[in-house]
């Protein structure tokens, strides 16, 4: 499975991005496609994620109420929605993926196989 993420780009606070995580190759029903954001000073973090079956879950602290995570199966993408983007927001999103990942370990970048590119988005304050 290759994944390639898209859509980050240059945006004012207060403004809104979507994200586009494209997946080739076949996938089960127990795929779950992840968005991680990294930045130069912090450690990978976890956005949100959603299995193909459904189940999804996000990082509550950071973008609660703010961003939605969405599938399409039958074109194979996932889709991130970003409103009210904060400066604080500023990172390279990476989608990855795993068909091995347990709904309590969404959050663990270690159990996804596979990592997109990673697309960058700016947040202008």
């Known amino acids: 499975v290759q994944l390639q993420a898209s859509g980050g780009g240059l945006v004012q606070a207060g403004g809104s991005l979507r994200l586009s995580c494209a997946a080739s190759?076949?996938?089960?029903?127990?795929?779950?496609t992840g968005w991680f954001r990294q930045t130069l000073s912090k450690e990978r973090e976890f956005v949100a994620a959603i299995r193909r079956s459904g189940e999804y879950r996000y990082n509550g602290d950071s973008v609660k109420g703010r961003f939605t995570i969405s599938r399409d199966n039958a074109n194979n993408k996932v889709y991130l929605q970003m409103n009210n983007l904060k400066p604080e927001d500023t990172a390279v999103y990476y989608c990855?993926?795993?068909?091995?990942?347990?709904?309590?370990?969404?959050?663990?970048?270690?159990?996804?196989?596979?990592w997109g590119q990673g697309t960058l988005v700016t947040v202008s304050s």
């Open positions: 990855a993926g795993g068909s091995r990942i347990i709904s309590s370990a969404f959050d663990r970048p270690q159990g996804y196989d596979y």
């Open positions: 190759g076949s996938t089960t029903s127990r795929f779950v």
